[in-house]
């Protein structure tokens, strides 16, 4: 018995071998890659061209899942926390209630901004967008090496609170004005 299990123990480590040396563990981290990119992608897909807005909202969802799932897979636990936690959970589910809670008489076509030509004006801007962020990426002097924050938690306060404080403020500053914006907006619809 022991034969063999030493001779299935010398196969299993064989077909390891195989595999490293085939770089198999490579071609199963990229497949993970883009199959949560995949995801991520359709679901924002989903979100343009969906014509109902709850399958759109619910597509946006399924968006902030699969980006959620991308910054686990890159070691990125607590973005990916927060991304599940956040977006995922609350945005995602306050967006549905918002929807649901307006009135509606029909629900097949509520989504306005699905037209033809929305639509293509939308993928206009988005390519153009595309290539700006690909110029971006290709000029960036990025490093093959990855980046040790050790715990992910204290090196994302570091870099916030240090090297990037002027864009964590800038952020800041959009967001009330929107808040403030969404006050404006909400208090008008009371009035008229």
């Given at each position: 018995?022991?034969?063999?299990?030493?001779?299935?123990?010398?196969?299993?480590?064989?077909?390891?071998?195989?595999?490293?040396s085939l770089g198999v563990p490579e071609l199963i981290t990229?497949?993970?890659?883009?199959?949560?990119?995949?995801?991520?992608?359709?679901?924002?897909?989903?979100?343009?061209?969906?014509?109902?807005?709850?399958?759109?909202?619910?597509?946006?969802?399924?968006?902030?899942?699969?980006?959620?799932?991308?910054?686990?897979?890159?070691?990125?636990?607590?973005?990916?926390?927060?991304?599940?936690?956040?977006?995922?959970?609350?945005?995602?589910?306050?967006?549905?209630?918002?929807?649901?809670?307006?009135?509606?008489?029909?629900?097949?076509?509520?989504?306005?901004?699905?037209?033809?030509?929305?639509?293509?004006?939308?993928?206009?801007?988005?390519?153009?967008?595309?290539l700006i962020m690909a110029g971006v990426a290709l000029l960036?002097?990025?490093?093959?090496?990855?980046?040790?924050?050790?715990?992910?938690?204290?090196?994302?306060?570091?870099?916030?609170?240090?090297?990037?404080?002027?864009?964590?403020?800038?952020?800041?500053?959009?967001?009330?004005?929107?808040?403030?914006?969404?006050?404006?907006?909400?208090?008008?619809?009371?009035?008229?």
């Amino acid at each position: 018995m022991n034969e063999l299990l030493q001779g299935l123990h010398a196969l299993v480590n064989g077909g390891m071998e195989l595999a490293t040396s085939l770089g198999v563990p490579e071609l199963i981290t990229t497949g993970v890659f883009y199959a949560l990119g995949t995801v991520a992608l359709l679901g924002a897909l989903g979100v343009v061209f969906f014509r109902n807005v709850v399958h759109s909202a619910l597509s946006l969802t399924a968006s902030f899942l699969g980006i959620g799932c991308l910054y686990i897979f890159l070691a990125a636990d607590f973005m990916g926390a927060v991304q599940f936690l956040v977006y995922g959970g609350a945005v995602a589910i306050l967006i549905v209630m918002a929807i649901m809670l307006t009135r509606r008489e029909g629900m097949a076509c509520s989504n306005p901004s699905a037209g033809l030509l929305v639509q293509a004006g939308a993928l206009i801007i988005a390519g153009f967008f595309g290539l700006i962020m690909a110029g971006v990426a290709l000029l960036s002097p990025f490093s093959s090496q990855p980046v040790d924050l050790g715990d992910t938690v204290t090196g994302l306060a570091d870099l916030m609170l240090t090297k990037y404080i002027l864009p964590f403020e800038v952020a800041a500053v959009l967001l009330l004005i929107a808040m403030i914006g969404a006050i404006i907006l909400a208090k008008g619809a009371d009035e008229s």
